[in-house]
């Protein structure tokens, strides 16, 4: 079935450093890409997506381009701060039902000053 | 602000012993989610209702249960729950269509503890 591997935890980081999250799918077709962040004692929230091969999707600094031809949504940014440290959550769009996502694992980010 | 709220945020019970936790929307969505997440794990999708169509994901347990009188509000219950069902319960909404067809709203989630 479809599922989604990102790169293991944690990524340890000093403010202003370049930031690479690895994102790889398994897939039929070609779903609509996902990152979620989640901040400490809250909810997860949408920070980017892209719902077509090339798209790149970008928000707060963060970057991510959807590659059909390596399965891949690699988070990217270039330079972080310590208000980015939190838990980050690749995800896909599943087959059948109204936007099943199915995530990876997460990959906790801290950045320290 | 429009939001999702889920209570409690700490919910402790006894093995076997039935709990309920509750999640309320303020964004008049029509789809809303539970999924659980244990320890390091990804989210995993429970059930979904649109509006009162419920759908149970295969390898969901019968042991989860769920309930949604109305739009706002929608319940999770778990009959009998087992060490193994400790976890963050998490509830999401979604719009059905529109340009923000594929976003979820999620609230800060239930961590469960069995003991």
């Known amino acids: 079935g479809d599922s989604v591997t990102q790169m293991e935890g944690p990524v340890t980081l000093s403010e202003e450093a370049f930031l690479t999250i690895n994102c790889t799918y398994t897939a039929t077709g070609y779903p609509s890409l996902f990152w979620y962040v989640q901040y400490p004692g809250e909810g997860l929230q949408l920070l980017l997506k892209?719902?077509?091969?090339?798209d790149k999707g970008s928000n707060k600094g963060f970057e991510a381009t959807y590659r059909k031809e390596t399965t891949s949504f690699h988070l990217e940014k270039g330079s972080v701060q310590v208000s980015d440290s939190a838990v980050y959550f690749c995800a896909l769009r599943g087959p059948g039902g109204y936007n099943k996502l199915i995530f990876g694992a997460g990959t906790r980010l801290a950045v320290h000053p | 602000d429009a939001m999702v709220i889920q209570n409690p945020r700490y919910q402790v019970t006894q093995f076997g012993k039935p709990v309920t936790l509750s999640c309320s929307q303020t964004l008049n969505h029509n789809v809303m989610y539970w999924y659980q997440q244990k320890s390091s794990q990804a989210p995993k999708l429970l059930f979904h209702?649109?509006?009162?169509?419920?759908?149970n994901e295969a390898d969901t347990p019968d042991n989860f249960q769920s309930r949604r009188p109305n739009t706002s509000f929608c319940f999770l219950d778990i009959r009998s729950p087992g060490l193994g069902d400790a976890a963050m319960y998490l509830c999401a909404t979604s719009l059905p269509g529109g340009p923000n067809l594929y976003e979820q709203y999620f609230g800060p989630g239930t961590r469960l503890t069995v003991t």
């Open positions: 892209a719902t077509k091969a090339d």
């Open positions: 209702y649109y509006d009162k169509d419920f759908n």
